[in-house]
């Protein structure tokens, strides 16, 4: 199988600052590949250069087997791109704005009107289709926008952070939605900041940080790497910290992280049901009583933290993750 | 419609033609489904020239004629500037939006995107005179020519607008955000109003009145005023109209030839 993208030594650069620092990223076909990585990582320079829309600096990029720098024209046919923002028309119905990308994508006025109503049922917009977009809702407009990359039946769909800013509802609905246009064979590169989103809808994950790529994988062989899930105890009395930590320390890798401000208790786990239920019950016979029980996965910082060494430092992910 | 959609099937892209068909098509609805721009493209220059109209019609005195009729060739000629900054503020919105990240990405000839959005501002002005102008004879204006040269009239100031367009769209381009360009649309006020269109040059200042002799706008008025004067043209402007109109139509050319590129090329570079 022929790689969808393939990037070698990809740089860009912004006068003095790196955005792509030597990518190389390969994204085999027939999957979801997810970019995964900090505010500033890159990843929007690198699905804007995948889709022709920045020249790369140096290194080559084959995308659906074409040179991205020299068949810019080749890879826009292959391509369905939506971006940060719904680059939607809000004074068109969603279907006349399906049917204007449709036509643009070179469809006879009759084709472009099958794929619009096509498009809007797959996205389950069917009884929007007909409403000026401007009266949508943030998660529609994001449907649309999803709807209007894919009405020219692209092979490829690039989607940059395509649920930054929706409410957790929009965001499942939009993710069924991806869910299934692959189901239907398309392939999705998207680039996203949350490790959960990379792990529901991609089967190869890439991480990036400061251009280049720091790791990549299937979600649960990332998973493997960076430990699974996190267990987090909240203690209701200080003196039981050293008890509750020590019993948490079986359980997992490494020592159990404690927080006495918070009185919280923590321990990276491969998989948690079972050795949690044991520690638990340790606990109780131990007569120690818990505030609050949770298992979670890692964030963005933590996987970065066992990646790398090293946590994320820019401000401007600081300030991403505090949004 | 139970049609599927085939995917990675993609087609080779619209031609130059339907391309830009389809994108001006869009700028289009945009105006006419949004009362706040439809309205103000519609009464806003009329509204301005009613101002000028009876405010400083009673002040100025152009010798020979009423000052209606010396103000509306002025006042629609120099009018495109202004709805030039409508459209630098919508081709920057449309780039901080997304909008031509969209278009960039699809396989369409990128010229279209420009010479869809002069297509489609160039039309919007074109009303937006042509309103303008109905309001003018219906306050006392009177075509002193023919009607050919009326139209013809006409015909000039929306070319003179659609090579104005160009300029905008580069500034558009250039700005990097919607609020940028509206301020760099000020550009305009010198241009407007240090021209032969509100009041006779001869009244100005000598160091105001050389830019205001040798600048397009002034070429560009006074084309369209000898037009409309008829036999009262050779009396004030010195000269017949095919003087004025030739010189207007090199500044024209020169100002789409040099402007033109320049969107193409910053619009390409991206």
Do not use: C
């Amino acid at each position: 199988m022929t790689a969808m993208i393939e990037a070698r030594g990809l740089t860009k650069r912004y006068g003095k600052t790196v955005a792509l620092d030597g990518l190389d990223l390969t994204a085999e076909a027939g999957q979801v590949v997810a970019v995964l990585g900090p505010n500033g990582a890159g990843k929007t320079t690198f699905v804007r250069t995948v889709a022709t829309l920045l020249r790369p600096d140096a290194g080559t990029l084959l995308v659906a087997g074409h040179d991205a720098r020299k068949q810019p024209a080749v890879v826009r046919r292959a391509i369905g791109l939506a971006g940060q923002f719904a680059a939607i028309e809000p004074a068109m119905t969603g279907r006349e704005n399906l049917e204007m990308v449709a036509r643009l994508f070179g469809q006879s006025r009759r084709a472009a009107r099958a794929s619009a109503g096509a498009v809007l049922e797959q996205l389950g917009l069917v009884d929007d289709g007909d409403r000026l977009a401007r009266t949508y809702s943030g998660g529609m407009r994001r449907r649309l926008d999803l709807g209007a990359s894919l009405v020219g039946a692209p092979r490829l769909l690039l989607l940059d952070e395509p649920t930054t800013g929706l409410d957790p509802r929009s965001r499942i609905e939009l993710w069924d939605a991806i869910r299934e246009l692959v189901d239907a064979g398309t392939d999705v590169l998207l680039t996203t900041q949350y490790l959960d989103e990379a792990d529901h809808l991609a089967s190869q994950v890439v991480i990036i940080d400061r251009g280049t790529s720091v790791a990549t994988g299937s979600p649960a062989e990332l998973k493997r790497q960076i430990g699974g899930s996190i267990v987090e105890l909240h203690a209701r009395r200080d003196a039981d910290l050293p008890k509750v930590a020590e019993t948490l320390g079986r359980l997992g890798h490494g020592d159990a992280q404690i927080d006495a401000s918070t009185r919280q208790v923590s321990v990276r786990v491969d998989s948690g049901g079972e050795a949690l239920m044991a520690a638990l019950r340790t606990l109780h016979d131990s007569d120690i009583e818990l505030e609050d029980i949770a298992m979670r996965q890692p964030n963005l910082d933590e996987v970065f933290l066992s990646l790398t060494g090293q946590p994320i430092e820019d401000s401007g992910s600081m300030a991403a993750r505090a949004a | 419609m139970a049609t599927d959609v085939v995917y990675g099937t993609a087609g080779g892209g619209a031609g130059l033609a339907r391309s830009t068909a389809t994108v001006t098509r869009r700028a289009l609805l945009r105006y006419v489904r949004t009362p706040q721009l439809i309205v103000l493209a519609t009464v806003q220059m009329s509204l301005f020239f009613l101002i000028y109209r009876y405010m400083f019609g009673g002040a100025i005195h152009i010798a020979g004629m009423s000052y209606v009729d010396y103000l509306v060739p002025g006042f629609v000629a120099t009018g495109v500037l202004f709805m030039g900054i409508g459209t630098a503020t919508a081709m920057a919105e449309d780039l901080e939006q997304g909008f031509v990240d969209r278009l960039r990405s699809l396989p369409i000839p990128r010229s279209s995107v420009l010479i869809a959005r002069a297509a489609a501002d160039t039309a919007i002005l074109a009303w937006s005179t042509a309103f303008t102008a109905a309001v003018a004879f219906a306050v006392g204006f009177t075509l002193h020519g023919s009607a050919l040269e009326g139209l013809a009239a006409f015909g000039l100031v929306v070319l003179f607008g659609f090579a104005f367009e160009w300029v905008f769209i580069t500034m558009g381009l250039f700005a990097g955000s919607a609020q940028a360009a509206q301020g760099m649309g000020m550009i305009v006020f010198p241009f407007a109003f240090v021209s032969s269109a509100y009041v006779p040059v001869s009244s100005m200042p000598s160091w105001l009145r050389v830019f205001a002799e040798h600048q397009p706008l002034t070429y560009m008025v006074d084309a369209v005023r000898a037009l409309t004067l008829g036999p009262h043209a050779q009396a004030l402007l010195g000269h017949p109209s095919s003087y004025f109109v030739s010189r207007s139509l090199v500044w024209t050319l020169a100002i789409i030839a040099v402007a033109l590129p320049v969107a193409v090329a910053k619009y390409r570079r991206g």
